[in-house]
């Protein structure tokens, strides 16, 4: 039976013709066992002047034979007439007698396609025999045991050993005291004024007609250190209410006048917008550092101890 494909194929030469145009298609062998490779030779002439269309192959779930790749064509002659081949590299999935599908070849001249097939070849596909796929069974050959077999194992416990010290290291870490935070840095009050008094002058409100302002900025700053130097709420209480209160605090008739000049012009300047002379703005500032200055509690000395 294989004897009768070779010669069919042998004598159709397995070529087609369209006038100036013919594709023949060969292959080595027309038999072939499952899932081998082998080539299909494409052999085609067309006139000078067409042009050759790239291939292409549709494939079906069902086709037994499935074309893998190809090469570039190789051009062999060039005239009147251009010969040129390539291969085709195939295998078939499925025993039995298969036909390589032919094969369209496209040319297009004067923008017209025109397409001629090579013819289909017959090839027989044969399985493999039973007893030629598996092979007498041998013994495992074991090799022999070396040091570096134990090199994953001992990458495992030193891993574990490290993880363990790990969680001994951090547990006793958690179970340390930890240390108290320091104490808050306490400024004194009058060093608090003495800052804020020096940058109300620095900004020159009442110089760029912010009298208002300025004069607000400036009682705070006293009501402030009046609050904590004295514990009295000055914050929160009117200015007859904070010089009642500063008459328990054993102040120098002088330093209580400066205090209720200061603190009763600026709610005159505040409440009833009066406009003090401009030279008193100055002064009155120059009044509060005074009064900051004279009345701020002073540290005593650490007594040295005796042996």
Not at 34 to 49: A, E, F, M, N, R
Not at 78 to 101: C, H, M
Not at 222 to 233: F, N, P, T
């Amino acid at each position: 039976m294989r004897l009768f494909f070779t010669l069919i194929y042998s004598l159709f030469f397995l070529q087609t013709s369209t006038a100036q145009y013919s594709a023949k298609a060969s292959v080595d062998s027309t038999y072939m066992m499952i899932g081998d490779q082998q080539k299909l030779h494409l052999d085609v002439v067309y006139p000078s002047g067409s042009a050759l269309l790239p291939l292409v192959f549709k494939k079906n779930a069902e086709d037994a034979i499935e074309f893998l790749g190809q090469t570039r064509w190789d051009t062999l002659s060039e005239n009147s007439s251009v010969r040129i081949r390539k291969d085709i590299l195939f295998t078939a999935w499925d025993s039995g007698y298969q036909a390589v599908p032919a094969i369209p070849i496209v040319f297009l001249k004067s923008g017209v396609k025109d397409t001629i097939y090579t013819i289909d070849i017959p090839i027989e596909v044969m399985a493999p025999p039973a007893d030629s796929v598996l092979a007498d069974i041998k013994p495992i050959i074991e090799e022999a045991i070396i040091w570096t077999d134990y090199i994953p194992l001992l990458g495992i416990v030193l891993l574990l050993l490290l993880v363990v010290l790990l969680w001994f290291i951090v547990s006793r870490m958690k179970k340390k005291k930890e240390l108290p935070s320091p104490p808050p840095v306490v400024i004194p009050p009058h060093e608090i004024a003495f800052q804020k008094l020096k940058k109300l002058k620095k900004s020159k409100l009442w110089q760029q007609g912010h009298v208002k302002e300025y004069h607000s900025q400036l009682t705070y700053i006293i009501r402030e250190y009046l609050e904590g130097r004295y514990e009295v709420k000055a914050l929160e209480q009117t200015t007859d209410e904070i010089l009642e209160q500063m008459k328990n605090k054993a102040l120098v008739p002088d330093l209580t006048e400066k205090m209720t000049t200061l603190l009763q012009t600026a709610d005159l300047v505040k409440f009833a917008k009066a406009e003090p002379p401009a030279d008193y703005h100055d002064s009155a500032l120059a009044l509060g550092e005074e009064f900051v200055r004279t009345t701020k509690q002073v540290a005593l000395p650490q007594e040295r101890e005796t042996s």
